[in-house]
C-alpha cells in the first residue's frame, strides 16, 4: 500500500553527481497491534523514498502511541511575573535510574473524547495548580519523540493569578500526587540555564517566555503601545 505525505515545501536541489530530491511517499507493508495497556505498541514493516532517489531497505519498527495528544501549559502571571510549575512522580527518570524521578515541570495532559485543545488546557490547569486559566497564548505544536512515538504536544502559555498557589493537587483516581509552586520568572530562567530543568517541554515554554516575556506582559495587562 502506498501512502502520501503532505510536502511543506520544495527544497529540490541540484548536485553533480547526484540527485536529490523531497521523497513523498511510503510502502507499508504491515501494521501488527504487539501490545495494548496504557500504552499502545504497534509494529511496522515499510519501505520509504530516498533522498536519492529508490528506495530504502524494508525496516521494522514499534511505535508506542496513546489514545489521545497531549496538552500542556505553562502558567504565567504577567502582573507578579511569577509562572506555576507543578512536581510529580515520573516513572520514565525512575527507570533510568534518575536521582530524583520527582520532576519539575509545566502542567499537562490527554485530551479526554472530543475535547479541545485549550479546553484541555483550561481543564488540567484547574486539576493539577488550583489556577484558573484567564487566556491561552499557543505556543507550539510538536513531536515529543518522533524516532518511536506518534505523540504531539499542544503547548500554550496561559495566564493566570499567582496569588497564594501552593498545596497538593491532582485527580486522586488518576493516581496523581502533584505539588503547585510559584516562581519568580527570573529564578526558572536561571534553573533553566543552570541545567536543572530535564523535561522537555519545560524548557521550551521557559525558552519561549524569555524571548516574549516583555510583548507578552504588555499584552496581557494592557500596556501596549498604539
Not at 74 to 93: K, W
Not at 94 to 120: F, K, M, R, Y
Request: glycine share 6%.
Amino acid at each position: 500500500m502506498l501512502m502520501k505525505k503532505r510536502i511543506k515545501a520544495n527544497t529540490t536541489k541540484s548536485v553533480p553527481g547526484k540527485k536529490i530530491t523531497d521523497p513523498s511517499k511510503i510502502q507499508l507493508d504491515s501494521a501488527i497491534s504487539v501490545f495494548d495497556g496504557h500504552l499502545q505498541i504497534t509494529q511496522y514493516r515499510l519501505r520509504h523514498e530516498l533522498f536519492q532517489g529508490g528506495w530504502s531497505q524494508t525496516l521494522c519498527r514499534e511505535v508506542m502511541s496513546q489514545a489521545s495528544n497531549a496538552v500542556a501549559v505553562l502558567p504565567f502571571d504577567p502582573y507578579r511575573q511569577e509562572i506555576v510549575l507543578i512536581e510529580q512522580f515520573r516513572i520514565g527518570a525512575w527507570a533510568s535510574q534518575s536521582d530524583d524521578p520527582w520532576i519539575l515541570e509545566c502542567i499537562a495532559g490527554l485530551s479526554e473524547d472530543a475535547e479541545n485543545t485549550q479546553d484541555v488546557a483550561i481543564r488540567e490547569t484547574l486539576e493539577e495548580s488550583g489556577c484558573s486559566v484567564l487566556q491561552l497564548q499557543s505556543i507550539a505544536t510538536y513531536y515529543t519523540t518522533p524516532g518511536c512515538s506518534d505523540q504531539k504536544v499542544k503547548l500554550f502559555c496561559g495566564e493566570i493569578d499567582s496569588k497564594g498557589v501552593e498545596g497538593i493537587h491532582g485527580v486522586k483516581a488518576e493516581g496523581e500526587d502533584i505539588r503547585a509552586s510559584a516562581w519568580p520568572v527570573n529564578h526558572a530562567f536561571d534553573l533553566l540555564k543552570e541545567g536543572e530543568i530535564c523535561n522537555s517541554t519545560t524548557i521550551i515554554a521557559l525558552q519561549w517566555l524569555m524571548i516574549n516575556i516583555e510583548s507578552l506582559t504588555a499584552q496581557w495587562t494592557g500596556a501596549l503601545k498604539n
